[in-house]
Protein backbone atom coordinates (compact mmCIF):
# COMPACT_ATOMS: atom_id res chain seq x y z
CA UNK A 1 0.00 0.00 0.00
CA UNK A 2 1.02 3.44 -1.26
CA UNK A 3 0.79 6.86 0.89
CA UNK A 4 0.38 9.92 -1.71
CA UNK A 5 1.10 13.22 0.25
CA UNK A 6 -0.69 15.35 -1.61
CA UNK A 7 1.26 18.62 -0.83
CA UNK A 8 4.58 17.44 -2.67
CA UNK A 9 2.62 16.69 -5.68
CA UNK A 10 3.37 19.30 -8.33
CA UNK A 11 0.01 21.09 -9.28
CA UNK A 12 -1.15 20.14 -12.82
CA UNK A 13 -3.58 22.58 -13.79
CA UNK A 14 -6.84 22.14 -15.78
CA UNK A 15 -7.58 25.77 -17.92
CA UNK A 16 -10.22 23.49 -19.86
CA UNK A 17 -12.11 23.31 -16.62
CA UNK A 18 -14.21 26.46 -15.52
CA UNK A 19 -14.16 24.54 -11.70
CA UNK A 20 -10.95 24.40 -11.08
CA UNK A 21 -10.53 28.03 -10.26
CA UNK A 22 -13.22 27.27 -7.47
CA UNK A 23 -10.62 24.95 -5.43
CA UNK A 24 -8.38 26.34 -3.63
CA UNK A 25 -4.72 25.24 -3.68
CA UNK A 26 -4.59 23.01 -1.27
CA UNK A 27 -7.97 21.11 -2.77
CA UNK A 28 -6.05 21.39 -6.20
CA UNK A 29 -3.00 19.64 -4.83
CA UNK A 30 -5.54 17.25 -3.38
CA UNK A 31 -6.99 16.28 -6.38
CA UNK A 32 -3.41 15.64 -7.92
CA UNK A 33 -2.59 13.71 -5.40
CA UNK A 34 -5.68 11.20 -6.20
CA UNK A 35 -4.89 11.58 -9.99
CA UNK A 36 -1.89 10.18 -8.88
CA UNK A 37 -2.96 7.33 -7.18
CA UNK A 38 -5.07 6.25 -10.24
CA UNK A 39 -2.16 6.55 -12.62
CA UNK A 40 0.43 4.14 -10.91
CA UNK A 41 -2.23 1.59 -11.29
CA UNK A 42 -4.17 1.93 -7.94
CA UNK A 43 -7.57 1.27 -7.89
CA UNK A 44 -9.12 2.16 -3.93
CA UNK A 45 -7.56 4.86 -3.01
CA UNK A 46 -8.47 6.80 0.28
CA UNK A 47 -8.86 10.58 0.30
CA UNK A 48 -7.98 12.06 3.70
CA UNK A 49 -9.20 15.62 4.74
CA UNK A 50 -9.79 17.11 7.73
CA UNK A 51 -13.09 17.47 8.55
CA UNK A 52 -14.13 21.29 7.15
CA UNK A 53 -11.17 20.88 4.41
CA UNK A 54 -13.93 20.82 1.57
CA UNK A 55 -13.89 16.72 0.72
CA UNK A 56 -17.63 16.56 -0.58
CA UNK A 57 -16.58 20.03 -2.76
CA UNK A 58 -13.03 18.35 -4.16
CA UNK A 59 -14.29 15.07 -4.58
CA UNK A 60 -17.57 16.98 -6.69
CA UNK A 61 -14.83 18.77 -9.02
CA UNK A 62 -13.43 14.15 -9.96
CA UNK A 63 -16.92 13.78 -10.38
CA UNK A 64 -17.88 16.46 -12.83
CA UNK A 65 -14.75 15.53 -14.42
CA UNK A 66 -15.55 11.77 -14.10
CA UNK A 67 -19.08 12.64 -16.38
CA UNK A 68 -17.46 14.71 -18.92
CA UNK A 69 -15.40 11.09 -19.79
CA UNK A 70 -19.20 9.27 -20.00
CA UNK A 71 -18.62 7.38 -16.67
CA UNK A 72 -20.82 6.55 -14.45
CA UNK A 73 -20.46 8.05 -10.93
CA UNK A 74 -22.09 6.38 -7.46
CA UNK A 75 -21.79 8.02 -4.22
CA UNK A 76 -22.67 6.18 -1.21
CA UNK A 77 -23.56 7.86 2.24
CA UNK A 78 -25.52 6.84 5.39
CA UNK A 79 -27.40 10.04 6.40
CA UNK A 80 -29.50 11.72 4.33
CA UNK A 81 -27.87 15.13 6.16
CA UNK A 82 -24.75 13.92 4.36
CA UNK A 83 -26.74 13.24 0.91
CA UNK A 84 -28.29 16.67 0.66
CA UNK A 85 -24.65 17.92 1.64
CA UNK A 86 -23.33 16.30 -1.38
CA UNK A 87 -26.56 16.96 -3.67
CA UNK A 88 -26.29 20.79 -2.91
CA UNK A 89 -22.46 20.65 -4.06
CA UNK A 90 -23.16 19.06 -7.20
CA UNK A 91 -25.89 21.27 -8.29
CA UNK A 92 -23.00 24.11 -7.42
CA UNK A 93 -21.08 22.22 -9.70
CA UNK A 94 -23.93 21.83 -12.37
CA UNK A 95 -23.97 18.17 -12.08
CA UNK A 96 -26.67 16.45 -12.62
CA UNK A 97 -27.74 13.01 -10.49
CA UNK A 98 -30.24 11.11 -8.97
CA UNK A 99 -31.17 10.14 -5.55
CA UNK A 100 -31.31 6.79 -4.36
CA UNK A 101 -33.32 6.50 -0.89
CA UNK A 102 -36.11 5.17 0.62
CA UNK A 103 -39.18 7.01 -0.46
CA UNK A 104 -37.66 8.41 -3.12
CA UNK A 105 -38.60 7.54 -6.98
CA UNK A 106 -35.06 6.69 -8.70
CA UNK A 107 -34.01 8.85 -11.83
CA UNK A 108 -31.05 6.98 -13.60
CA UNK A 109 -31.36 9.19 -16.63
CA UNK A 110 -28.13 11.06 -14.95
CA UNK A 111 -24.98 9.37 -15.12
CA UNK A 112 -24.54 10.33 -11.13
CA UNK A 113 -26.33 8.83 -8.15
CA UNK A 114 -26.36 9.81 -4.96
CA UNK A 115 -27.48 7.02 -2.78
CA UNK A 116 -28.17 5.81 0.47
CA UNK A 117 -26.04 3.37 1.50
CA UNK A 118 -28.65 1.26 3.25
CA UNK A 119 -31.15 1.72 -0.06
CA UNK A 120 -28.91 0.43 -2.47
CA UNK A 121 -27.37 -2.13 -0.75
CA UNK A 122 -31.42 -3.80 -0.92
CA UNK A 123 -31.96 -2.84 -4.19
CA UNK A 124 -28.07 -3.26 -6.27
CA UNK A 125 -29.38 -7.04 -7.05
CA UNK A 126 -31.81 -5.35 -9.33
CA UNK A 127 -30.35 -2.79 -10.60
CA UNK A 128 -29.33 -2.25 -14.27
CA UNK A 129 -27.28 0.87 -13.71
CA UNK A 130 -23.54 0.38 -13.05
CA UNK A 131 -21.15 2.72 -11.64
CA UNK A 132 -17.35 2.58 -13.41
CA UNK A 133 -16.40 4.76 -10.01
CA UNK A 134 -17.43 4.11 -6.40
CA UNK A 135 -17.11 7.28 -3.90
CA UNK A 136 -17.91 6.12 -0.57
CA UNK A 137 -18.38 9.45 2.02
CA UNK A 138 -16.96 8.98 5.73
CA UNK A 139 -15.17 5.53 4.69
CA UNK A 140 -13.69 4.95 8.15
CA UNK A 141 -17.12 2.85 8.16
CA UNK A 142 -16.37 0.87 4.54
CA UNK A 143 -15.00 -2.33 6.18
CA UNK A 144 -15.63 -5.82 5.92
CA UNK A 145 -18.99 -7.18 6.19
CA UNK A 146 -20.35 -4.18 6.52
CA UNK A 147 -23.30 -3.06 4.09
CA UNK A 148 -20.24 -0.33 2.60
CA UNK A 149 -18.22 -3.84 2.36
CA UNK A 150 -21.26 -5.80 0.44
CA UNK A 151 -21.68 -2.84 -2.02
CA UNK A 152 -17.77 -2.56 -2.99
CA UNK A 153 -18.22 -6.58 -3.33
CA UNK A 154 -20.95 -6.35 -5.57
CA UNK A 155 -19.24 -4.26 -8.28
CA UNK A 156 -15.57 -5.57 -8.54
CA UNK A 157 -14.90 -3.85 -11.48
CA UNK A 158 -15.50 -0.53 -10.58
CA UNK A 159 -12.59 1.67 -9.64
CA UNK A 160 -13.13 2.51 -5.94
CA UNK A 161 -12.53 6.39 -4.01
CA UNK A 162 -13.05 6.89 0.48
CA UNK A 163 -13.34 9.97 1.89
CA UNK A 164 -12.73 10.65 5.33
CA UNK A 165 -11.26 13.29 7.78
CA UNK A 166 -10.40 10.14 10.25
CA UNK A 167 -9.26 6.84 8.41
CA UNK A 168 -9.41 4.68 11.93
CA UNK A 169 -11.77 1.99 13.14
CA UNK A 170 -12.85 1.96 17.12
CA UNK A 171 -11.78 -2.20 16.84
CA UNK A 172 -8.24 -1.47 16.13
CA UNK A 173 -8.31 -3.06 12.40
CA UNK A 174 -7.09 -1.15 9.12
CA UNK A 175 -9.11 0.02 6.03
CA UNK A 176 -7.02 -1.13 3.42
CA UNK A 177 -7.49 -4.38 1.88
CA UNK A 178 -5.78 -7.59 3.98
CA UNK A 179 -7.01 -5.58 6.98
CA UNK A 180 -10.51 -5.67 7.13
CA UNK A 181 -11.13 -2.79 4.65
CA UNK A 182 -11.09 -2.11 0.98
CA UNK A 183 -8.44 0.43 0.29
CA UNK A 184 -5.17 -0.01 -1.38
CA UNK A 185 -3.25 3.88 -1.01
CA UNK A 186 -3.44 7.02 1.37
CA UNK A 187 -4.00 10.13 -0.63
CA UNK A 188 -2.98 12.60 2.51
CA UNK A 189 -4.06 16.70 2.33
CA UNK A 190 -3.42 18.60 4.70
CA UNK A 191 -3.13 18.30 8.50
CA UNK A 192 -5.39 20.47 10.71
CA UNK A 193 -3.21 22.77 11.67
CA UNK A 194 -1.94 23.55 8.62
CA UNK A 195 -5.29 25.03 7.43
CA UNK A 196 -5.83 26.67 11.04
CA UNK A 197 -2.18 28.73 9.95
CA UNK A 198 -4.07 29.66 6.15
CA UNK A 199 -7.39 30.40 7.91
CA UNK A 200 -9.18 27.71 6.35
CA UNK A 201 -9.89 26.74 10.19
CA UNK A 202 -10.03 28.39 13.03
CA UNK A 203 -8.19 28.05 15.98
CA UNK A 204 -9.75 27.09 19.33
CA UNK A 205 -8.83 27.52 22.66
CA UNK A 206 -9.47 24.23 25.16
CA UNK A 207 -10.84 23.68 28.38
CA UNK A 208 -11.10 20.93 31.20
CA UNK A 209 -12.64 20.44 34.48
CA UNK A 210 -9.52 20.52 36.90
CA UNK A 211 -8.78 18.48 40.10
CA UNK A 212 -11.51 16.25 42.09
CA UNK A 213 -14.24 17.84 39.35
CA UNK A 214 -12.91 15.20 36.41
CA UNK A 215 -15.00 12.56 35.28
CA UNK A 216 -13.34 9.18 36.77
CA UNK A 217 -14.87 6.48 33.91
CA UNK A 218 -13.37 3.46 36.10
CA UNK A 219 -15.32 0.51 35.54
CA UNK A 220 -17.95 1.49 32.82
CA UNK A 221 -18.07 -1.53 30.87
CA UNK A 222 -17.40 -1.64 27.12
CA UNK A 223 -19.76 -2.48 23.92
CA UNK A 224 -17.85 -2.88 20.72
CA UNK A 225 -15.03 -1.24 21.94
CA UNK A 226 -16.62 1.98 22.91
CA UNK A 227 -18.12 2.68 26.86
CA UNK A 228 -21.53 1.18 27.05
CA UNK A 229 -23.63 4.32 26.92
CA UNK A 230 -26.36 3.12 29.79
CA UNK A 231 -23.51 3.53 32.12
CA UNK A 232 -21.46 6.18 30.80
CA UNK A 233 -24.34 8.30 30.75
CA UNK A 234 -25.34 7.27 34.66
CA UNK A 235 -21.44 8.04 35.27
CA UNK A 236 -21.70 11.17 33.67
CA UNK A 237 -25.58 12.65 33.69
CA UNK A 238 -25.58 13.74 36.97
CA UNK A 239 -26.28 17.70 38.07
CA UNK A 240 -22.68 18.26 39.59
CA UNK A 241 -21.25 17.28 36.07
CA UNK A 242 -23.39 19.49 33.94
CA UNK A 243 -23.27 22.37 36.34
CA UNK A 244 -19.83 22.51 35.83
CA UNK A 245 -20.10 22.56 32.32
CA UNK A 246 -22.57 25.02 32.68
CA UNK A 247 -20.51 27.16 34.68
CA UNK A 248 -17.79 26.71 31.78
CA UNK A 249 -19.85 27.60 29.01
CA UNK A 250 -20.91 31.24 31.14
CA UNK A 251 -17.70 31.58 31.91
CA UNK A 252 -15.82 30.97 28.48
CA UNK A 253 -18.00 31.36 25.79
CA UNK A 254 -21.26 32.81 27.09
CA UNK A 255 -24.31 32.70 24.70
CA UNK A 256 -22.06 32.05 21.94
CA UNK A 257 -23.63 29.26 19.52
CA UNK A 258 -22.68 25.77 21.06
CA UNK A 259 -23.38 22.52 20.30
CA UNK A 260 -23.47 19.68 23.57
CA UNK A 261 -22.65 16.28 22.50
CA UNK A 262 -24.53 13.78 24.89
CA UNK A 263 -24.63 9.87 25.81
CA UNK A 264 -28.06 9.20 24.52
CA UNK A 265 -31.69 10.63 24.16
CA UNK A 266 -32.34 10.82 28.25
CA UNK A 267 -29.06 12.41 28.73
CA UNK A 268 -29.72 14.48 26.21
CA UNK A 269 -33.21 15.65 27.81
CA UNK A 270 -31.47 16.74 31.06
CA UNK A 271 -28.64 18.40 30.01
CA UNK A 272 -30.76 20.72 27.59
CA UNK A 273 -33.17 21.02 30.26
CA UNK A 274 -29.96 22.33 33.10
CA UNK A 275 -29.31 24.71 30.48
CA UNK A 276 -32.42 26.34 29.99
CA UNK A 277 -32.84 26.49 33.59
CA UNK A 278 -29.96 28.58 33.50
CA UNK A 279 -31.43 30.93 31.66
CA UNK A 280 -30.46 29.51 28.50
CA UNK A 281 -32.21 28.99 25.47
CA UNK A 282 -31.50 25.45 24.31
CA UNK A 283 -32.96 22.54 22.48
CA UNK A 284 -32.51 18.88 21.52
CA UNK A 285 -31.55 17.98 17.82
CA UNK A 286 -31.92 14.19 17.40
CA UNK A 287 -32.68 11.63 14.21
CA UNK A 288 -36.49 11.26 15.95
CA UNK A 289 -36.83 14.34 14.76
CA UNK A 290 -36.25 14.06 11.15
CA UNK A 291 -39.76 14.22 8.66
CA UNK A 292 -41.55 16.14 11.87
CA UNK A 293 -43.04 19.65 12.34
CA UNK A 294 -42.67 20.94 8.88
CA UNK A 295 -43.37 24.65 8.59
CA UNK A 296 -44.25 26.64 5.97
CA UNK A 297 -41.29 26.46 4.00
CA UNK A 298 -41.38 22.51 4.40
CA UNK A 299 -38.30 22.69 6.70
CA UNK A 300 -38.42 19.69 9.77
CA UNK A 301 -37.79 20.43 13.09
CA UNK A 302 -34.12 19.56 12.71
CA UNK A 303 -33.99 22.41 9.87
CA UNK A 304 -36.07 24.26 11.93
CA UNK A 305 -33.69 24.25 15.17
CA UNK A 306 -30.91 24.64 13.01
CA UNK A 307 -31.49 27.72 11.41
CA UNK A 308 -32.30 28.80 14.98
CA UNK A 309 -29.24 28.61 15.95
CA UNK A 310 -27.49 30.41 13.16
CA UNK A 311 -30.24 33.06 13.60
CA UNK A 312 -29.16 33.54 16.98
CA UNK A 313 -32.47 32.63 18.41
CA UNK A 314 -31.11 29.62 20.16
CA UNK A 315 -27.70 29.68 22.24
CA UNK A 316 -27.02 25.69 21.88
CA UNK A 317 -28.43 22.67 20.34
CA UNK A 318 -27.80 18.81 22.71
CA UNK A 319 -27.71 16.15 20.55
CA UNK A 320 -26.34 12.52 21.08
CA UNK A 321 -25.17 11.43 16.82
CA UNK A 322 -26.92 14.02 14.26
CA UNK A 323 -23.98 16.94 14.89
CA UNK A 324 -20.72 14.48 13.92
CA UNK A 325 -19.69 13.22 10.63
CA UNK A 326 -20.80 15.63 7.61
CA UNK A 327 -22.42 18.32 9.54
CA UNK A 328 -21.39 21.48 8.32
CA UNK A 329 -22.57 24.61 10.40
CA UNK A 330 -20.09 27.17 10.35
CA UNK A 331 -22.41 29.19 13.00
CA UNK A 332 -21.15 26.72 15.57
CA UNK A 333 -17.88 28.22 17.60
CA UNK A 334 -18.71 25.84 21.16
CA UNK A 335 -18.06 22.69 21.52
CA UNK A 336 -19.28 20.79 24.46
CA UNK A 337 -18.34 17.29 24.92
CA UNK A 338 -20.23 15.36 27.69
CA UNK A 339 -19.90 11.99 26.07
CA UNK A 340 -17.03 9.79 26.77
CA UNK A 341 -15.87 7.70 24.07
CA UNK A 342 -12.84 5.49 23.17
CA UNK A 343 -13.47 6.20 19.72
CA UNK A 344 -10.50 8.83 18.28
CA UNK A 345 -12.52 9.07 15.32
CA UNK A 346 -15.89 10.38 16.74
CA UNK A 347 -14.09 13.12 19.24
CA UNK A 348 -12.35 14.77 16.16
CA UNK A 349 -15.52 14.42 14.20
CA UNK A 350 -17.65 16.36 16.81
CA UNK A 351 -15.24 18.81 18.22
CA UNK A 352 -14.45 19.42 14.67
CA UNK A 353 -18.36 20.66 14.13
CA UNK A 354 -16.59 24.08 16.16
CA UNK A 355 -13.76 25.12 14.15
CA UNK A 356 -15.46 26.26 10.96
CA UNK A 357 -14.44 29.75 9.86
CA UNK A 358 -17.24 32.16 9.69
CA UNK A 359 -17.39 35.90 9.77
CA UNK A 360 -16.42 37.38 13.39
CA UNK A 361 -15.42 34.35 14.24
CA UNK A 362 -12.15 34.60 16.11
CA UNK A 363 -10.98 31.62 17.87
CA UNK A 364 -13.90 28.50 18.79
CA UNK A 365 -13.97 27.25 22.32
CA UNK A 366 -14.22 23.52 23.21
CA UNK A 367 -15.24 22.50 26.55
CA UNK A 368 -13.78 19.36 27.64
CA UNK A 369 -15.59 17.58 30.43
CA UNK A 370 -14.92 13.91 30.33
CA UNK A 371 -11.48 13.28 29.63
CA UNK A 372 -11.01 12.82 25.56
CA UNK A 373 -8.40 14.71 24.82
CA UNK A 374 -6.61 13.21 27.62
CA UNK A 375 -7.83 9.47 25.64
CA UNK A 376 -7.33 11.19 22.09
CA UNK A 377 -5.23 14.70 21.73
CA UNK A 378 -5.53 18.35 20.45
CA UNK A 379 -7.94 18.09 17.32
CA UNK A 380 -4.45 19.78 15.47
CA UNK A 381 -2.02 16.95 16.60
CA UNK A 382 0.06 15.80 13.95
CA UNK A 383 -1.50 12.03 13.39
CA UNK A 384 0.56 9.69 11.11
CA UNK A 385 -2.21 7.47 9.41
CA UNK A 386 -2.10 4.36 8.26
CA UNK A 387 -4.41 1.46 6.00
CA UNK A 388 -3.01 -1.55 8.44
CA UNK A 389 -4.91 -0.65 11.30
CA UNK A 390 -3.90 0.14 14.69
CA UNK A 391 -0.10 0.15 15.99
CA UNK A 392 0.89 -1.41 18.75
CA UNK A 393 1.60 1.43 21.75
CA UNK A 394 0.03 4.19 20.02
CA UNK A 395 -3.50 5.56 20.31
CA UNK A 396 -5.58 5.63 17.07
CA UNK A 397 -5.09 4.31 13.00
CA UNK A 398 -1.10 5.27 14.29
CA UNK A 399 -1.66 8.17 15.12
CA UNK A 400 1.42 9.87 17.12
CA UNK A 401 -0.95 11.86 19.89
CA UNK A 402 0.92 14.71 21.89
CA UNK A 403 0.81 14.96 25.33
CA UNK A 404 -1.23 17.85 27.02
CA UNK A 405 -0.72 20.01 29.42
CA UNK A 406 -3.74 21.94 31.87
CA UNK A 407 -3.76 24.89 34.01
CA UNK A 408 -4.86 23.96 37.27
CA UNK A 409 -5.92 28.05 37.82
CA UNK A 410 -8.11 28.05 34.98
CA UNK A 411 -8.20 24.41 33.38
CA UNK A 412 -7.03 25.89 29.91
CA UNK A 413 -5.58 22.90 28.03
CA UNK A 414 -2.57 22.90 25.62
CA UNK A 415 0.63 21.76 24.43
CA UNK A 416 3.19 21.82 26.91
CA UNK A 417 6.00 24.49 26.44
CA UNK A 418 5.55 27.86 27.76
CA UNK A 419 6.44 28.46 31.42
CA UNK A 420 3.07 30.01 32.10
CA UNK A 421 -0.62 29.36 31.08
CA UNK A 422 -1.31 31.29 28.02
CA UNK A 423 -5.04 31.53 29.06
CA UNK A 424 -4.39 33.14 32.36
CA UNK A 425 -0.54 33.92 32.06
CA UNK A 426 -0.61 31.60 35.85
CA UNK A 427 3.16 30.49 36.08
CA UNK A 428 3.90 26.82 36.09
CA UNK A 429 6.16 25.42 38.79
CA UNK A 430 9.60 24.87 37.55
CA UNK A 431 10.89 21.06 38.31
CA UNK A 432 13.92 21.50 40.26
CA UNK A 433 17.23 19.06 39.71
CA UNK A 434 16.13 15.89 41.20
CA UNK A 435 18.15 14.46 44.09
CA UNK A 436 19.96 11.00 44.42
CA UNK A 437 19.83 10.17 47.96
CA UNK A 438 16.55 9.20 49.42
CA UNK A 439 16.44 11.46 52.18
CA UNK A 440 17.41 14.29 50.12
CA UNK A 441 13.96 13.95 47.65
CA UNK A 442 12.22 13.93 50.62
CA UNK A 443 13.58 17.51 51.78
CA UNK A 444 13.21 18.47 48.42
CA UNK A 445 9.77 17.73 47.94
CA UNK A 446 9.29 19.30 51.57
CA UNK A 447 10.49 22.78 50.43
CA UNK A 448 8.80 22.76 46.99
CA UNK A 449 5.34 22.38 49.08
CA UNK A 450 6.30 24.84 51.59
CA UNK A 451 7.45 27.18 48.93
CA UNK A 452 3.93 27.10 46.97
CA UNK A 453 1.82 27.29 50.19
CA UNK A 454 4.08 30.69 51.03
CA UNK A 455 3.49 32.06 47.11
CA UNK A 456 -0.63 31.62 47.63
CA UNK A 457 -0.44 32.24 51.14
CA UNK A 458 1.17 36.20 49.25
CA UNK A 459 -1.08 36.18 46.74
CA UNK A 460 -4.19 35.88 48.90
CA UNK A 461 -2.42 38.54 51.28
CA UNK A 462 -2.38 40.98 48.47
CA UNK A 463 -4.78 43.59 48.83
CA UNK A 464 -3.98 45.83 45.60
CA UNK A 465 -2.18 46.21 42.59
CA UNK A 466 0.80 47.00 43.36
CA UNK A 467 1.39 44.76 45.77
CA UNK A 468 0.50 41.94 43.48
CA UNK A 469 3.09 43.69 41.51
CA UNK A 470 5.89 43.29 44.24
CA UNK A 471 4.63 39.15 44.37
CA UNK A 472 5.23 38.68 40.70
CA UNK A 473 8.52 40.79 41.14
CA UNK A 474 9.29 38.41 44.07
CA UNK A 475 8.70 35.40 41.81
CA UNK A 476 10.01 36.49 38.66
CA UNK A 477 6.53 36.21 37.06
CA UNK A 478 5.49 37.74 33.92
CA UNK A 479 4.90 41.71 34.82
CA UNK A 480 1.06 41.28 33.07
CA UNK A 481 0.20 38.12 36.11
CA UNK A 482 -0.14 41.06 38.57
CA UNK A 483 -2.62 42.62 36.09
CA UNK A 484 -4.88 39.50 35.50
CA UNK A 485 -4.85 38.50 39.15
CA UNK A 486 -5.78 41.78 39.92
CA UNK A 487 -8.57 42.01 37.49
CA UNK A 488 -9.86 38.52 38.59
CA UNK A 489 -9.67 39.82 42.40
CA UNK A 490 -11.72 42.62 41.47
CA UNK A 491 -14.31 40.63 39.44
CA UNK A 492 -14.46 37.95 42.05
CA UNK A 493 -15.59 40.76 44.62
CA UNK A 494 -18.33 41.53 42.24
CA UNK A 495 -19.51 38.46 41.81
CA UNK A 496 -18.90 39.33 37.57
CA UNK A 497 -16.18 37.53 36.86
CA UNK A 498 -16.55 35.42 33.58
CA UNK A 499 -13.75 34.47 31.46
CA UNK A 500 -10.56 36.39 32.09
CA UNK A 501 -10.59 38.30 28.94
CA UNK A 502 -10.76 42.04 28.44
CA UNK A 503 -14.09 42.26 26.93
CA UNK A 504 -15.38 40.65 30.55
CA UNK A 505 -13.36 43.92 32.12
CA UNK A 506 -15.42 46.58 30.22
CA UNK A 507 -17.14 47.61 33.60
CA UNK A 508 -14.29 47.03 36.07
CA UNK A 509 -12.58 50.00 37.11
CA UNK A 510 -9.78 51.03 34.95
CA UNK A 511 -5.96 49.83 35.70
CA UNK A 512 -2.58 50.87 34.11
CA UNK A 513 -1.38 49.75 31.25
CA UNK A 514 0.16 46.59 31.55
CA UNK A 515 4.08 45.75 30.66
CA UNK A 516 4.44 44.41 27.05
CA UNK A 517 4.46 40.58 27.69
CA UNK A 518 6.90 38.12 26.32
CA UNK A 519 5.71 35.97 24.00
CA UNK A 520 7.04 31.84 23.76
CA UNK A 521 6.46 29.30 21.15
CA UNK A 522 3.77 26.70 22.55
CA UNK A 523 5.72 23.48 20.98
CA UNK A 524 9.34 24.53 22.12
CA UNK A 525 8.69 27.27 24.71
CA UNK A 526 11.17 29.26 23.59
CA UNK A 527 10.33 33.22 22.91
CA UNK A 528 9.81 34.73 20.08
Not at 43 to 54: D, S
Not at 110 to 121: E, G, I
Not at 235 to 258: L, S, V, W
Request: charged share 25%.
Amino acid sequence: MSHFYAMTIPVETDDESPNWAHLRGYQQSTVNGVRAAFRQKFKAPLLVLPAGGGKTFTSCYMIDQAVAKKRNVLILVHRSELADQFSAALTTYGVKHGLIAAGVRPDFAHRVQVASVQTYAKRMHTMIWQPHLIISDEAHHVTEGSQWGRVIEHHPGSLKMGLTATPIRLDGKGLGIGHGGYFDAIVEGPSPADLMEWGNLCDYRMFAPTGGKKVDMTGVGKVGGDYNKKEASERINKPTITGNAIEHYREHAHQRPAVVFCMNRRHAEDVCARFCDAGYKFAVLDGTLRGKGKDADGRDLVAQRVAALSSGDLHGLVTVDLVSEGFDLPAIEVAISLRATQSEALWIQQIARALRPAKGKEYAVILDHVGNSERHGLPDDEREWSLEGKKKGKKGGGATVSPIKQCEACGHVHRPGPPQCPECLEPYETKQREVEETEGKLQEVERKRSEKRQKEADIKAAKSLPELQFVAQKYGYDPKWAHVKWKQKLAADQGKYRSGRPSSWQRMPALPPAPPVEVYDQDIGAKR
